[in-house]
C-alpha cells in the first residue's frame, strides 16, 4: 500500500479553541479520500494544513515522505508544483483575467510558448464548460459556480500527481456535481493523481470517494469505504445540526 | 487612600510605579519600533535576494507586472503632477521674485528655485502624489488579496509572493517616482521660467545662465537619490502595512492609513536626514 499523504496526531488550535485534536489519516496512492464534515468542523483548516499552508500546533503532515514543517523551501516548492489546489471562494487573482488566471502555473513554471499555453488553457477550461467568451473576464463579473470551475482547471492545469479540493461542487448543483465528479474520477484514472477533497456533501462524497472519513470533534471519528460508511448516515445527519461552528477565517 | 499607609509613603509608591511603568512602556515603543526597521530591513533584503534566486522562472510575467506598476504609479500622475508642479512653480517665482525685484536682485529666484524644488520640494512633492495613488492602492490591494486567499493560492501554486507580488512594485513604484521627480522639476522650472518672465522680465538667456550656474551636478545626483530612496521607502511601507492585513476587511483601509503615514513620516525624515549629509 503506497502512502502518498500521512497526516498524524495533528492538532490545531484556532483563537484559543482547539479545532482539530490528535486527527490521523492516509492518503494512498491514486486514491480519492473525502474528508466529510460538517459546516465550521475545521476541514478548510484541514485542507490548509495538509497543503503547508498553516503549521500544526502538534503532529506531521507528510507527503510522500516531506515533512511540510520542517521542509527546506526549495522542497516545499518543487512540491508544490505537483500540487494542485482548489480553495472553498475559488480565490482566483483578482486583477488577471481568467484566462490569465489559467494559465497562471502554465507561464511561471515552464517555458512553453504561447500557442502551447493557449492550447492547455482551452483544453482544460472546456473540460470544465467555462464558455471562451468569459475569457477576458476578471473573477468578480463572475458568479461564484464559474469560478469554482475556472479554479479547477486552474488546479489541474501542471497536471499534478495530488489534488487538494475544499467544497469543489459546492454552490454548483447536483448536475455540476455529477460532472464533476465524474471530471475528477477521469482524471485520477488519467494521471494516477491521488485526491484529497473535504465536502460536507454526502451525496458528492458517495459519488467520488474510495474511502470516507468523518471529521466530527475534531477528528476522523469514523472512517471507510464508501459502502462501508452509509451505515453511518444517521451520523451525518446528526453533526451537520451539532457541531460548533469555528468560522471561515484562516489565522495568519 | 490606604488605610495604615503615610501620605509621603503613599505618594512615593505611587512614583515609583509610575515611573517603572513609563520606562517600561518606553523600552516597550522602542523594542516595536527596532522590530518595525528590522522587519522593513528584511523585507527590502527578500525584494533583492528573491529577484536574484527565483529570477529564472516566471521572468516574462514578473517583467510585465513591474512594467504596468511603472504605468499606474508614473504615466498616469503625469496629469496630477504638471499641475501641482506648474502650481509650486509659479508660487516660487510670484513669492521670492517680488522680493527680490525690489532688492533689486531678480537674477536670484533661479537659485531659489533651484535650492527649494530642485533640491528639496520636487521629490517630497512627487513622493506625496505618489503615496496618496499609488500608496493605498498597493496597501489596499495586498490587504485584499489576503482577505480573499489569494496570497495563500499563489503560495500553493508553488509561486513565491515575494518575487511575484512584492518586487514588482517596489522596483516599479521606485522607476516611477524617479522618473516622475524629474519630469516635476522640469515642468516647476518650465513654469517658473514663464511667470518670472510675465511678471519680472527675466530673459530665457538670463533665466538659463543663473540655472547652469546654480544648478550643480550634486543637485541633479542629490535630486535622483533622493526620489530613489523615497519610492523605495513608500513602495516597502505599503507592502509591508498591506501584508499585515490576516483577514478581517475591516483591517484592510487600517492597515493602508498605517502604510500611508508612515511612508510620509519616512520621506520627511530622510529627506531631513539627506539634506543635512549632503550640504551641511
Redesign the interface.
Known sequence: MDIVLEVRDLSFRFDGREILQRLSFRLRRGEIYVVLGASGSGKSILL?LC???LSPEKGSVEIDGLDLATASKEAL?????K?G?V?Q?A?????MSIYDNVA??L???TRLKEPQVQARVSEKMALFEVDRKDDQSIPAQLSLGLRKRVALARAIILEPEYLFLDEPSSGLGPEADRLIGKILKDYRKKVGASLLVVSSSPPFAFTIADRIGLLAGGRIAAEGTAQEMQGHLEKMKKWSSSVDAVGE???? | MEFGVSHGEHFEGILSRGGLGAVESIGRWVRERLGYYLDLSMLLYLVFKELVSERKKGFPLVFEITLRQVYFTGVQALKVITLVSLALGTIVIVESGTQMDLLGGVQFIITILVLVIIRELGPLFTAIIVIGRSGTAIATELGNMIVAHELEAIRVMGINPIYFIVAPRVIGVTIAVVCLSIYFNIVALLGGFIVSKLILTVTLPVFLRELVAWLTATDLVFGTLKSAIFGLLIALTCTYHGLKVCYSPIEVPQMATRGVVSAILFCFTFNALLTLLFYV
Do not use: D, K, T, W
Open positions: 490548509r497543503g503547508g499552508l516548492q518543487a512540491l508544490r508544483v500540487m489546489f480553495f471562494e480565490a482566483l487573482i483578482s486583477n497562471l502555473p507561464r511561471y513554471h477565517g484562516a489565522p495568519c
